[in-house]
C-alpha cells in the first residue's frame, strides 16, 4: 500500500488516518484497524480510533466499538477517549440501549465529563422522538444511579458530594433545556414550557424559555415568544429571547417594529446586539445600504465585524459575490476578515457553488488558512449531498493531514 511506503513519518500517519477512516465507514473493521496499528503518532493513532468507534457505532456494531474506545490512551481533560465513548453512548441510546449507554459512560473518569455525557444521553434519547424516555433518563444523571447497590465494576468512586453539587445538578438541567429545547423545535410548545418549568433551577429555566422563545419567533409566533420572555425570572434573563424577536420582527419585514424593541433593549439592557439581526435583514430584503448603516453605527468592533460577515453571507447567497466580497473588506482585523471570507466560500459551496468557492479559496494567502477552508468546502459540499465533488475537492489538498481531516469529515457525513 502507497501509505506503508511514505518515508516521512508524519505524512504516512496522515495517509494511514485517512485510509483506516475510509475503510472503517464501509465497515472494514478490520483492515482499519490494521491501518492505525501502523500510525506512529500516539495523537493521530488515538484520532483515528476514535473516528473508527464513531463509524462502528454508526453501524450498530456497539460491542466492537466500546473495545476500541476502550483502548484509547488519553489522558487530555477534553479527551478523545472520552469523545468516542460520549459518541458510541448516544448512539446507543438513540437506538434504545439506554442503559447500554450509561454503561458505556461509566468509563470516563472524568467527574464533569461523565456527567455531561450523560447529559448527551439524554438528549439523544428525546431527539429519537421518545421525549418522556428522555426526561426519565436525565434524571438518572442525579445522585440516585450512584447509590444503587448493583454498582458496576467499572464505577468510578468520583466523590458523590462533589458530583451532585457541581456537576449532575448542572448537566441534569442542561439535559432538560435541550429536550425542551427539542420539544419546541417539534411544535409542542406546551410540553416544551411545561419541561422548562420543571427545571428546578433559575439559570436553568432561563436558558430553556429563552431557546424556546427563539424558536417560536423563528416560527412566526411572535406574541408566544413574548410570553415566553415574560415567564423569565432572572434580571436581564430574558435579553436572547427579546433580541430574537427582534430578528423575528426584521424577517417578517417589519423593520419599524423591530428597530423600535432593538432600541427599547439597548436602552434597558445597554446591548444594541438586536441591530445586528436588523442589518442583516435589511441586506437580505434588498435594502443593503441601510442595513450598513444600522452595521457601521454599532458601537462595539466585535458586533460589527459579526454584521458584516453575516451579511456578506447573505449577500453571497443572493449571487452577490462581488458585493459579498467588498462588504468582507470593511472589516479591520485580518483575520477577522479571513474568516469572513471563511464563511462566504463555505455558503457558495453549500449552494452548489463549487467553482466560485474554490476561486475564492485559492486567493487565500496563508497556506493554514487555505486548507482549512478547502476541509470546509468539502463538508459543506458533502452535507449538501454532492459527495463525489466532497472527496475530489479534498484529494486537491496538498497538506496530507488537511486531506485526512476532509475525508473523515465526508465519511461521518454519509449515511
Known sequence: MIAHSISDP??????????????????????????????????????????????????????????????????RSRSTR???LEYLAAEQAARGDIDAAFETVIAIDNPYRRSEAQAAIATAVARSGNISGAIRTASKIATDYWFKSDQHSMKVASGLV???GEFDDF????????????????DDIRGALKTARAIPDVSGRTRAYNRIAAIQARNGDLDGAM?????????????????????????????????????NVEAA??????FIAVAVEMARQDRLDAGLGHAKALASAK????????????????????????????????????EAVHAVATALAAMGNDDRAMKIATTTP??????????DIALAQARSGNTDTAIATARHLDDSMSRAIALAGIARILP
Not at 448537566?171 to 420539544?183: G, H, K, P, Y
Request: with cysteine.
Open 10 to 75: 508524519d505524512h504516512s500517519d496522515e495517509a494511514l488516518f485517512a485510509v483506516a477512516t475510509a475503510q472503517a465507514a464501509v465497515g472494514q473493521i478490520d483492515k482499519a484497524l490494521a491501518q492505525v496499528d501502523a500510525i506512529t503518532s500516539d495523537r493521530t493513532k488515538a484520532e483515528a480510533l476514535a473516528e473508527l468507534v464513531a463509524a462502528e457505532a454508526r453501524l450498530g456494531h456497539f460491542d466492537s466499538a466500546r473495545r476500541i474506545a476502550l483502548g484509547i490512551l488519553d489522558s
Open 303 to 338: 458586533d460589527r465585524t459579526r454584521a458584516f460577515s453575516d451579511i456578506a453571507v447573505v449577500l453571497a447567497q443572493k449571487a452577490g459575490v462581488e458585493d459579498a466580497l467588498r462588504i468582507t473588506s470593511l472589516i479591520p482585523d485580518r483575520r477577522d476578515q479571513a
Open 366 to 375: 496563508d497556506p493554514i488558512d487555505f486548507n482549512a477552508l478547502v476541509v
Open 227 to 263: 410570553k415566553t420572555a415574560g415567564r423569565i425570572e432572572s434580571a436581564f434573563g430574558d435579553l436572547p429571547a427579546l433580541v430574537a424577536i427582534v430578528g423575528a420582527m426584521a424577517a417578517q419585514g417589519r423593520f419599524d417594529d423591530a428597530i423600535e424593541l432593538a432600541a
Open 171 to 186: 448537566w441534569f438541567f442542561e439535559a432538560l433545556c435541550n429536550i425542551a429545547d427539542i420539544q419546541a423545535r417539534g
Open 269 to 274: 439592557y445597554g446591548d444594541d446586539t438586536g
Open 82 to 84: 472520552i469523545d468516542a
Open 162 to 164: 462533589s458530583r451532585a
